[in-house]
């Protein structure tokens, strides 16, 4: 966190938290999202400022309850996720790089959702794959030392979680093969006790 944002909590300790103006969307873009966004379910506006950009990312953070927050200065802004709380690009070495700018660490888990995205666990960090780089991921797919056939992948999409066990398909993620499971958004935020929506007096672990 800032030198400037600690100042500013010691100072004045007591402003009240901002819900609903901020939000992360699910190829990790920052966007504003004003009265209007808010009102008729819009995703707001993108912030190309690549200072103030810089200031959220270095000041993100997450509470006690699980919810993702700015901290501006005095002031808790809480963030919408469209996503997981943090959102990965492949680089053209083959690492995987945060939406915040930091190189994801070695990942543990990988996780096919039912709509097809790929979401990842690495340390803290919850991240799912910026949509435009899945094609990458897939391309890394392997069962039994053989690239994965075309229908070998479709009927893993098909299957349940469980069932999905009984497959032993490996992605590459950086310089890792881990094996490639299933589930779903709500589930695995559930199971971090992360909050999509956070909002005054919202229940913990609310999902969007």
């Known amino acids: 966190m800032d030198d400037i944002v600690l100042a500013a909590m010691a ?3 007591n402003v009240p938290h901002c819900y609903g103006w901020l939000a992360l ?6 966007r504003m999202r004003d009265e209007r ?9 993108l912030i190309r400022n690549s200072t103030l950009q810089g200031f959220i990312n270095r000041n993100y953070l997450c509470d006690e309850n699980g919810n993702w927050y700015f901290q501006n200065g005095p002031q808790k802004v809480y963030v919408d996720l469209a996503a997981t709380p943090y959102i990965a690009q492949i680089l053209p070495d083959q690492t995987w790089r945060l939406h915040t700018g930091q190189i994801m660490p070695p990942a543990t888990r990988v996780w096919m959702l039912d ?12 991240c799912q ?3 435009r780089d899945i094609g990458l991921f897939l391309d890394t797919l392997i069962e039994n030392q053989q690239t994965l056939p075309e229908q070998r992948l479709l009927d893993f999409m098909e299957a349940s979680a ?5 497959f032993t398909i490996t992605a590459r993620v950086a310089d890792r093969e881990i094996k490639l499971e299933k589930s779903d958004l709500i589930r ?4 971090a006790a992360y909050c999509q929506q956070p909002r005054l007096n919202s229940l913990r672990y609310s999902l969007a």
């Open 129 to 131: 794959l910026d949509d």
């Open 11 to 13: 100072k004045w300790p």
């Open 162 to 166: 469980e069932i999905a066990l009984e």
């Open 37 to 45: 966004a808010q009102a008729l379910n819009l995703p707001g506006d």
């Open 188 to 191: 695995l935020m559930r199971d």
């Open 115 to 126: 709509d097809g995205n790929i979401v990842c666990q690495a340390d803290q960090y919850l």
């Open 25 to 30: 969307d699910a190829r990790g873009n920052w």
